[in-house]
């Protein structure tokens, strides 16, 4: 009885298996106009795993869109969260709300989150975006509807890269050990991930005898045939009588209905454009069914309203000093990222380097090791989507006297496996490098299970261990040289995701351990020119007011504060790139603290991660001699990250310089 009207206890509409068939094609569209207005997201996954949500939520599953709390209602886990556009497509299709609201996809101030989060959103039963979690927290909520008696079904979506993750298994095995016949997994099987086809990456075959082997009854359908899909989805409903977890093996293909994106691997994590959208929905048959235009710009509304919201909010000065919006002081935007590809193509001919991919090996740059040297292949080793393992086969690689360098987003490369970095890599003292990529909030859409906030608690906790935030891919690239070659022991490359300022040169000076001095004089055409650089042991006081100590891309943001303070207040300021987390250039800190006025420190992190760690140096130096400094810290302030643009996140979470002039203009005037 799907569709509950809790009221009457009676089905809102039962439809047919024509009418199913028709609605998945609907949802296709409305799905991929969504991820138009968004201008980020997963088409193929989405168009894949369409037939399956008719299915599921129009027809077998028992929900109800006017109470999403109901407590007899079946349970929708989604452990594969990047499908989330689908997720959220049948949430309005069933009724819980408006489907215009669609168009508000990864958008700041909407709950249609790039990953789900369930206090934002009615309807979502967790959070994830996680690999590999989503199953286990289903097992647990069979568990509590078999301790409370309860009669309610646990549906647990799951994908193919996902297979990969050890936390699988280990769900499989407790679901059968307890003999949970309410939880049903679906399992979209398109057999391609972000690195290419699961069989080249990592492959999971034979996914049925390994299922059978965990003890759970298996049954194989088309992903595509809704008749057959609604037929074993009411049987492992309504007529399991096996006594056993059940897992339906759903072969689909990933952008199914779109003959550009059908089967094709770049289009895992693209959104189409408005030409690409307008063919997709002809293909679709369905350029007649949506006003489009109408759609499309009611996402975009939205998107104006949080902007100006955003712009009122931002601390003002009289004139406007983002980044770009003088005819003065321009600056070049990369990704910090591409330094890494830079760097591995540039040394990767030393044998003893050898690179571990986890399936977004070209969105870390990590791929760049080999792409242009296929020579260099038999070095470059795929481990999918499995973090732990990777780190441990590379502690096994340095062990043998190899430079294996891991790389992943840095939510997985420095939480997922922490305790595999701690014992088998740092408490080993391995010369290993793990990489830690879309660091930050500025990492976008994706929201906060993809951004990584709190790695410089984790990483630099751990004994050993050495920790390089660099500030541009210029010095990224640099960073990595230096690690693969002066660094023997753990080390940690965190760096972010989305184009930021180059501030540096190529002939900018970079040591590791070494802080360097930043300091702004006048305004020229390039920002690069307005800035001089000098390493922090060579540099000599100026008697500035104000000390800012950054990191990472935030070091331009600390350097347009300096900006804005000297145009506006006449305020000199040393800033200081502290690109080495640790080991921390002490003395550089030290002087800066005996030599200026007042000392702020700014991170695109969770506060405290960078300046915990600058004030511990600063209470305790002795050469202080206890002289009053004022102080302060720019960070997240002790909060999870969420969906929208990059530059609007460093406005929202109060990262940016107009936050960080604001607050130096008070601090010395206290």
């Known amino acids: 009885m799907p569709l509950v009207d809790t009221a009457t206890n009676q089905s809102i ?10 609605k998945a094609r609907y949802m296709r569209g409305l799905n991929e106009i969504a991820l138009c207005s968004a201008a980020s997201g997963h088409s193929g996954g989405t168009l894949g795993v369409m037939d ?21 209602r079946d349970r929708i886990i989604w452990s594969a969260g990047h499908k989330a556009p689908a997720l959220y497509t049948s949430l309005a299709v069933s009724g819980y709300f408006p489907e215009r609201e669609l168009m508000k996809l990864r958008m700041l101030d909407s709950p249609l989150q790039g990953h789900p989060h369930h206090l934002d959103l009615p309807g979502v039963e967790i959070s994830s975006g996680s690999l590999g979690q989503g199953i286990s927290v289903a097992v647990g909520v069979a568990l509590a509807a078999r301790q409370d008696r309860k009669d309610y079904r646990v549906f647990a979506i799951t994908s193919d890269g996902e297979q990969q993750e050890g936390s699988i298994w280990e769900a499989a095995m407790c679901a059968n050990h307890y003999h949970l016949d309410n939880l049903i997994q679906i399992f979209d099987q398109n057999r391609l991930q972000i690195d290419g086809e699961v069989e080249q990456v990592m492959s999971i075959e034979s996914i049925a005898w390994k299922y059978q082997s ?45 003959s550009f994106m059908q089967d094709v691997v770049g289009w895992h994590g693209k959104p189409p454009n408005r030409e690409e959208l307008d063919k997709a929905l002809g293909e679709l048959q369905l350029r007649e069914t949506f006003d489009v235009d109408k759609l499309l710009a009611y996402g975009q509304a939205h998107q104006e309203q949080v902007n100006a919201r955003l712009d009122s909010e931002l601390p003002g ?41 986890a399936d977004i090996s070209d969105s870390i740059t990590i791929s760049g090791f080999y792409k242009n040297h296929p020579e260099r292949k038999d070095r470059f080793i795929s481990v999918g989507v499995a973090e732990q393992g990777a780190t441990t086969v590379a502690a096994g690689l340095a062990k043998e006297g190899k430079i294996p360098v891991f790389g992943t987003y840095g939510v997985f490369s420095s939480a997922r496996n922490l305790d595999q970095l701690r014992v088998s890599v740092c408490y080993a003292n391995y010369n290993v490098l793990i990489v830690g990529a879309h660091g930050g909030i500025s990492v976008g859409p994706d929201g906060a299970t993809h951004q990584e906030l709190e790695s410089m608690f984790q990483i630099a906790g751990l004994p050993n261990m050495n920790m390089v935030v660099p500030c541009d891919s210029i010095e990224t690239e640099k960073a990595v040289r230096s690690l693969l070659f002066d660094i023997t022991g753990p080390k940690y490359l965190r760096f972010a995701r989305e184009a930021t300022p180059v501030i540096t040169r190529e002939d900018t000076p970079f040591e590791f351990g070494k802080a360097a001095v930043y300091r702004l004089r006048e305004p020229k055409a390039h920002f690069v020119d307005a800035v001089e650089i000098f390493s922090a042991e060579d540099y000599t006081s100026e008697d500035e007011d104000l000390t800012i100590i950054s990191c990472g891309p935030e070091t331009a943001e600390a350097c347009r504060a300096a900006w804005i303070l000297k145009r506006e207040f006449g305020i000199e300021t040393r800033v200081i790139n502290m690109h080495t987390v640790k080991p921390m250039d002490v003395s550089a800190i030290v002087r800066a603290a005996s030599e200026t006025k007042a000392m702020i420190t700014a991170e695109e992190h969770q506060v405290g991660g960078l300046g915990n760690r600058v004030a511990g140096i600063v209470c305790t130096a002795n050469e202080l001699n206890g002289k009053r400094l004022p102080f302060a810290m720019i960070g997240v302030q002790d909060r999870f990250g969420e969906s929208g643009q990059p530059w609007q996140l460093i406005k929202r979470f109060g990262v940016a310089a107009e936050h960080i002039a604001q607050r130096a203009k008070y601090l010395l005037s206290v």
């Open 214 to 258: 965990f003890g759970w009854h298996v049954i194989e359908v088309d992903g595509h045939n809704m008749e057959m899909l609604v037929e074993q989805l009411n049987w492992a409903r309504n007529h399991n009588d096996t006594g056993k977890p059940v897992i339906l093996i759903c072969h689909t293909n990933k952008g199914r209905g779109v």
């Open 13 to 22: 509409r039962d439809y047919s298996i024509h009418e199913l068939i028709e």
């Open 317 to 357: 000065f009289s004139k406007d000093y983002w980044w770009n919006h003088q005819n003065e002081m321009q600056v070049k935007m990369d990704p910090t990222r591409k330094g890494l590809g830079r760097a591995l193509e540039k040394h990767g001919d030393d044998e003893r380097i050898v690179c571990i991919g």
């Open 52 to 72: 399956i949500c008719a299915a599921l939520y129009l027809k077998v599953a028992r929900h109800s869109p006017d109470q999403p709390h109901w407590p007899e």
